[in-house]
């Protein structure tokens, strides 16, 4: 039997294992055909639109575009902030290969100076590095040619075009209209927690103090977009879409601008504030404080030593003294005392008291002096105010007391803000026993009241405060909240924005008004007013109170002596007044520091002011508004101004 041959192969295993395997491989390729048609699917169809608005935006950018600010006029149309366009250079970090060698040149191309520089970098560590960060505002001319012809040597390196804030009355109005700055890391707090930020987002300013910052939300306007194609190095190669931006509000003010010259003028080199004011509807038509400065400073950015400078000036020009100072309001709240008196039955008109210079409490060794050593003799309230008696005030505020004083005053305005269209006010001080027991946990003295009968101790006042507390007395218990803003212009007209009235102040005896009215008339125009040489031959009629407001103490057996005193301890001058007197047009409170006596120097000023308010009235042939001539003459004084065109 032949041995059993031996298989090499088995081909029918092999072609098992062969069909085996290959199926194993379709079904790998099928799974992964699958899943690369799945992938597919996904991106094409599912994820369409994700992957549709990434592609755009790589490709599609929105830009946003600036709005321009809104102008600000006076009442007559007289341009007081206007937009000009500038040059600014500014870089863009990312895209700057060396920024450190390209400041090198362009500090040689354009003689920067290294606080420039520092600034720069100053800033750049604020900022993200995609966003541009400017290194010089204004360029001239030149300095734009010279950058633009060498621009392609440093890329990132842009000139950027827009329009900024400009003053043309410089240092006239600043404590009125404030000014723009640029927006700093406290502005974009503020800006996120208003939900203002995208309103904001291309915008490089915005208001800092005054008008600016009151009204920013009508003056900035709304962002508008632009929508531009760019290529893969990011520059624009066309536009989209363009939505325009909506500019801000054009705002009209109650000032004047003449007017508010005249005030500057009249203050010189003064320390103090002007403030006229309309009293039928508490229109502001100047408010100026000096010292002053440029506030087109701020606007650019000012620099470390120009600002240092006006910060640690000892006449404190960055202080808006017409809102913001703070002074013993002095004789000139006499009628607002006296109208008090009068209400109380404290005093009637024909009330007498004999002054003898001099005032004294029973039981008290102190004596309150008046400012007439010898005295005035026999007064009764008018003629206590016409000749600022403070004997007479001293008796009063003893009788009244301080809680009837300090309650009443309030309802005049004196402690309380204005509501005036600034953010930059004081409330001042209109003292009580419980502020008093609050700040010095001390109790009130009847020799405080006393004091605070003159304007004196613990009350001080701001003039805007004198300005709506005289306006109060002039209308007779009208008040009105005093106001900047005069209206908006709509297609070049302006429509006039609603005078904010208050709560009257009532009397229970309407006759009071015409005692004190009378009285502040006697001030300017009778025999021993403290005004009357003041106002001398003037061509309409106005009443007004002096004060002249003590800025130390004197001891009980020393003498006032200007001279002996340094300048900053000398009396302030204050004087309230309006006219004219039978139809009052304009309230002017003047406050000096430092100057003297009210009827001699700042009534003189509040003259001023009145001189260029009435300059087109002629003489006037009478004096007193009692007599049979006076409604005549105030007949005659509102005719001719309506004939001149006087406002």
Sequence with gaps: MPPKRITIRDHTAEANLFARRSIIALMVVALMMFAVLSNLYYLQITSYEDYQTRSNGNRIKVLPVTPNRGLIYDRNGVLLAENRPIFSLRIIPEQVDDLKETLEYLKTLLNLEQSEIDDFYKEFRRQRRFKPVTLRNQLTQEEVALVSANQHRYPGVVVDARLTRYYPYANTLTHMLGYVAKINK?????????????????????????????????????????????????????????????????????????????????????????????????????????????????????????????????????????????????????????????????????????????????????????????GHGWMDVTSAIEQSCDTFFYDLSYKLGIDSISDEMHAFGFGEYSGIDLYEESDANMPSRGWKRARYNQPWYMGDTISVGIGQGYWTATPIQLA???????????????????????????????????????????????????????????????????????????????????????????????????????????????????????????????AGHGGSQAAPIARKIMDYQFRDLPPLISEEPNSENSDTLANHTQQDRDSHGAE
């Design 186 to 374: 406290k502005d974009l707090n503020k800006l996120k927690e208003a939900g203002q930020e995208a309103n904001y987002a291309a915008t490089y300013d915005i208001g800092k103090q005054g008008i600016e910052k009151f009204h920013e939300q009508l003056l900035h306007g709304k962002v508008g977009y632009q929508e531009v194609e760019v290529n893969n190095k990011g520059r624009v190669i066309r536009t989209l879409k363009f939505e325009p931006p909506t500019p801000g509000q054009d705002i009209a003010l109650n000032i004047d601008i003449k007017l508010q010259k005249v005030a500057q003028g009249a203050l010189e080199d003064k320390r103090g504030a002007i403030i006229a004011l309309d009293p039928r509807d508490g229109g502001i038509l100047a408010l100026y404080s000096n010292p002053s400065y440029d506030p087109n400073l701020f606007v650019h950015g000012i620099s470390s030593k120009s600002y240092s400078k006006l910060l640690n000036s000892k006449d404190r020009p960055l202080i808006n003294r017409a809102t913001q100072g703070q002074y013993p309001p002095a004789s000139t709240i006499k009628p607002h005392l006296a109208l008090l008196g009068l209400e109380e039955n404290v005093i009637r008109p024909d009330t007498k008291m004999f002054d003898r210079g001099k005032y004294k409490l029973k039981n008290v060794e102190h004596e309150w002096r008046d400012w007439k050593p010898w």
């Design 468 to 594: 709506v507390s005289v306006a109060t007395l002039v209308n007779r218990g009208e008040r009105y909240v005093p106001q900047l803003l005069r209206g908006f212009y709509y297609e070049g007209q302006v429509q006039l924005a609603e005078p904010k009235s208050l709560q009257p102040l009532e009397v229970k005896n309407s006759e009071n008004w015409d005692v004190v009215l009378d009285a502040m008339y006697g001030v300017v125009n009778r025999e021993h007013g403290t005004a009357k040489k003041a106002f001398k031959d003037a061509n309409y009629i106005s009443a007004g109170k002096t004060g002249t407001a003590q800025v130390i103490s004197i001891g009980q057996d020393e003498e006032y002596d200007a001279e002996k005193l340094a300048e900053h301890l000398r009396d302030n001058a204050m004087y309230v007044g309006y006219a004219p007197y039978e139809n009052p047009e304009i309230v002017v409170v003047v406050a000096l520091e430092n």
